[in-house]
């Protein structure tokens, strides 16, 4: 039988809140709360846990990065759609003499208005146009 090895007891006084935390993930890993405790300051003092820390940062910044690339990438394709769409509609659309051209005026009001507040009435509700898109592409292919 192999020989235990002799603990030293201390006391420690915790948060509220950090204890409780510890009573739950102790009681739900069927664990003593001085067998996580005791793991924890080991891991948090041994010599390789600031390799561990900053590699975990590193992961998160890889995420981080990864993510900004899309977003970036997004916003490119919705700058080139706007530009091609203005361009098509500029190239299209004739001018209107100017009688018309009041009245025309006076009805972009009116459709502003109501594209801001459908604008509104879409952001709010979550669904990305974007998203609509790329699963209308999966739509079609499957």
Do not use: H
Not at 26 to 52: C, G, K, N, T, Y
Not at 105 to 130: N, S
């Amino acid at each position: 039988m192999a020989a235990r090895k002799k603990k030293a007891q201390i006391s420690a006084y915790l948060d509220q809140d950090v204890m409780k935390l510890l009573s739950d993930y102790a009681a739900r890993r069927d664990l003593s709360q001085s067998l996580v405790v005791e793991a924890a300051i080991a891991s948090f003092l041994s010599p390789d846990a600031d390799e561990r820390r900053e590699a975990a940062v590193t992961k998160r910044l890889d995420q981080i990065d990864r993510r900004m690339t899309r977003l970036e990438r997004d916003l490119g394709i919705s700058v080139e759609a706007l530009a091609i769409f203005v361009r098509f509609w500029l190239a299209t659309t004739p001018a209107l003499p100017e009688p018309a051209a009041q009245a025309a005026r006076a009805k972009a009001g009116e459709r502003y208005d109501a594209f801001v507040t459908a604008l509104g009435r879409r952001l709010a509700k979550g669904t990305k146009l974007g998203q609509e898109i790329s699963d209308d592409v999966v739509a079609r292919w499957e």
